[in-house]
């Protein structure tokens, strides 16, 4: 089964959580509290959800309770180190040029695995992906983005990062395995 936290208007998923009725939801509900059984899921999706919550570190141990435990998790952020993004601090650092987001988060990638391994996570993969309103932002240099894909590692080129996780099994079991101290 698969389950779509923060769905918005995707049908994706047997499972499409958000915190507002939409047609394409099936439970409303809040990431932080999500309102499931544990273990139920062998896959949940993430899509540009996490920036947006108070807690994230809460809303990935929501998900990693409710996901079996050979399951994946994929997140999708904004990528912080996009070199527009750079450039634009680096041009106005007392006042960054940024569109309205209502992001309360921003990671990257080391950042990113900092979180999901204090979470009980690891990393299987990175993706770097640009989002669709790329394609209808004006840009300056738009003429660049040929070239500098070429150049520019993946991490400094795309605005996303997506990352598939899954559940830290090596950590739990040598946590398990740890002789238990007794008393005297």
Known sequence: MILNVGCGLSCIGDFRLDVQRTEAT???????????????FDKILCMEVLEHLCNPSKGIMEMRRVLKEDGTLTISVPNVTEWRRILSIHRHPTTVHCPETKHRQAWDAVAFHHLTALTGLE?????????????????RYKF??????????????YTHMKVTC???RARELHRDSLPHKSRH
Do not use: M, Q
Not at 29 to 39: I, Q, R, T
Not at 123 to 139: G, L, P, Q
Not at 144 to 157: A, D, E, G, Q, W
């Open 26 to 40: 099936t439970v409303v509900g809040d990431a932080h509290f999500l309102p499931l059984e544990d273990c139920v």
């Open 166 to 168: 899954h559940r830290a």
């Open 123 to 139: 990393i299987a993969r990175v993706d770097w992906f640009d989002h669709a309103s790329r394609v209808n932002r004006r840009e």
């Open 144 to 157: 660049l983005n040929p070239i500098l894909r070429k150049l520019l590692p993946s991490f400094l080129y």
